[in-house]
Structures are given as structure tokens and as C-alpha cells.
């Protein structure tokens, strides 16, 4: 089968790290791709997160948030991604005076132009203040089955730490708001623990388990789904080279792991170009690719029914 036509999902995948260039050059100008876009040199996941500005400098009005989320659905499609969540900060997008909902909805007035099925995940980030990533909660929770269907939180996870966010969803769990959790990338595995104990349902990255076996354990006897973005934990040197990366081992010993691009044009990676890599990097067969996306869509915020659905299209 072409990898390309295979059916897929893609279920960690950020919208700002995910803007065409050809677009941003419309809108903004005199820019470069590597302003967006790492080199193979990149120090570390902070330098990563840098590529971030030009992105936030362009969705900061209805017409942009549309454009780009209505093109990202256009480029996943075009891959055979049957289902996918994309994530991104509402509260990064009101430079320009824009509230909060009109960001959400003019993001899935995008995304509905394209014959394609995905959700939003609401990211609360790192370093912001605690009122600002309570208004995100508040937010899910309104939009919960219209369009959004979880939480997550991202940012710098080296300097502040998953602890610090333990109030904000306890809160998102009495409301039975469903949430992943960025942990186990620039973070060890007491990050993933951390997210465990709040409830997290799966992990984004989290490949730093890998060095605490009891944990391996804990995530296999829980169910806990991996959002593993290969590619882009070898740019932000969490893996010192693809061929070291812990997926395979951990999809072996039993860890339900999915493959994710994280994002498309800072990693300047496509869902078939990740594939691919796996397939000549390691000894995944088709089949191989096939069940990691049945655990995909498993682990996804979706119905049993949906689920049920997916799963027929991608056996």
C-alpha cells in the first residue's frame, strides 16, 4: 500500500506550529522559511518553541485563524487522515482584540470547509497566569462536544514544572472536561506522574519513560495512550538521532503509542514522511502502522461509536 493513501489519525498536531510558509509570506512579507521552520542544529526545545512568533503574529484575526486552520484541514486530508485533533492556546490569539470565542469558532469555521473529521483541543500553557488558563478550562467546557473535545497543557515543561498546574484540572476533572497533558519530553518521567495523578487519559510525547520501567507498567496497565512525535523529538534533542528513538521499543514492550507530526512546518514534516522514516529506520511493517492507529483512534476524545467507525476505515 502507499503509505500516503493509508488511512490515518493524527491526534497531537499543533495549528500555529502548522501554518503553510507560502501563506505567512502572503500575509506578513519579508520573512524567510528557517523564521519558522528549525535546522538540524536546533539547541533544545526552547529554541524549538522560538518558531512559534511568526505564526502568532498572523493568527490574530478571524480571517487568518480560518484561512490557516481551513488549509490544515486541506493538507491532512490530502494524507488520507481520516480524524484529527489539532491543539493550539485561544488565549494567544487576542493581540488584536479579538474574545476568546470568536478565535474558537472562526478556527472551526475553518476546519468544517474540508470534508474531513477533527476536533480542538484547548491547549493552557505553561507560564501563563493561573486566571488566563482557568478562562481556557471555562472555554473547553462550554464547547465541550461542539467542535473541542479536550484540554492539554504545553509550553516550556524544563522551566515550569506539570506540578504547578495540579488546581486547574482537578477543576477540568469535576467538570469531566477529558485532557492530555505535554510530559516525558523535556521533563523526565516524574513529569508523566505528575500528569497520571491528575487523570490525564494520554501523554503528549512522554518518551522519557523509557528510563523507569515501574512506569512502562503503570501506562500499559492504565491504558495510556503516547502521542509520540518522532521527528520532532529528535529536533529538540530529546533523542540524540531517529535511530535512537525509544518508539519501537515501546510499541514492542506492549505501550500504546501513536505517531504525530507535532508540527508540520516547524518540524517541516509531513504524517507520510514520519511513516516512512519509521518503516526505513526500524522494522515496523505496514501492520505495525495500521494498529498504532487503531490505538489512535482508541485513545481518541470521540464517542464509542465514532471510534467503532474509524476503526472500520483504517481495517
Known amino acids: 500500500m502507499n503509505i500516503k493513501d493509508m488511512p490515518k489519525a493524527e491526534l497531537h498536531l499543533h495549528l500555529d506550529g502548522s501554518v503553510r510558509f507560502k501563506t505567512a509570506l502572503e500575509i506578513l512579507g519579508d520573512i524567510k522559511k ?6 538540524n542544529d536546533c539547541i533544545d526545545l526552547n529554541e524549538y518553541l522560538t518558531k512559534f512568533d511568526i505564526p502568532t503574529k498572523i493568527l490574530q484575526t478571524k480571517e487568518n485563524l480560518e484561512r490557516v486552520a481551513y488549509e490544515l484541514a486541506l493538507d491532512l486530508k490530502a494524507e488520507n ?38 476536533n480542538l483541543i484547548l491547549c493552557l ?7 488566563n488558563n482557568l478562562k481556557v478550562v471555562t472555554l473547553a467546557l462550554k464547547y465541550l462536544g461542539k467542535g ?50 491528575f487523570g490525564a487519559k494520554r501523554i503528549g510525547h512522554g518518551i522519557r519513560c523509557i ?20 521527528t520532532s523529538n529528535v529536533q ?7 535511530e535512537r528513538h525509544p ?25 507520510t514522511d514520519e511513516y516512512q522514516k519509521l518503516l526505513d529506520c526500524f522494522s515496523f511493517t505496514l501492520e ?14 470521540i464517542s464509542e461509536k465514532e471510534k467503532k467507525e474509524l476503526i472500520q476505515k483504517i481495517k
Open 288 to 301: 505495525d502502522l495500521k494498529m498504532m492507529n487503531i490505538y489512535a483512534i482508541n485513545g481518541a476524545f
Open 236 to 242: 529538540t534533542k530529546v533523542v540524540n538521532n531517529y
Open 247 to 271: 518508539i519501537y521499543e515501546l510499541y514492542k514492550k506492549g505501550v500504546l503509542v501513536s505517531v504525530n507530526t507535532d508540527n508540520r512546518t516547524v518540524s517541516n514534516i509531513t504524517l
Open 125 to 131: 500553557m505553561r507560564g501563563d497566569s493561573f486566571d
Open 34 to 39: 528557517e523564521d519558522m521552520t528549525v535546522k
Open 148 to 197: 473541542v473535545c479536550a484540554l492539554d497543557l504545553a509550553g516550556a515543561e524544563g522551566i515550569y514544572p506539570t506540578s504547578d498546574y495540579k488546581e486547574l484540572f482537578m477543576i477540568a476533572k469535576d467538570n469531566n472536561i477529558p485532557f492530555t497533558i505535554h510530559a516525558g519530553e523535556a521533563a523526565g518521567s516524574e513529569s508523566i506522574r505528575e500528569a497520571l495523578s
Open 81 to 118: 487522515v481520516i480524524y484529527a485533533e489539532i491543539r493550539f492556546a485561544p488565549m494567544k490569539h487576542l493581540l488584536n482584540g479579538l474574545i476568546p470565542e470568536e478565535v474558537i469558532e472562526s478556527v472551526l469555521k475553518g476546519l468544517k470547509k474540508v470534508d474531513i473529521k477533527t
Open 211 to 230: 528510563e523507569d520501567k515501574a512506569l512502562i507498567e503503570e501506562l500499559k496497565e492504565k491504558n495510556i495512550l503516547l502521542e509520540i512525535c518522532p
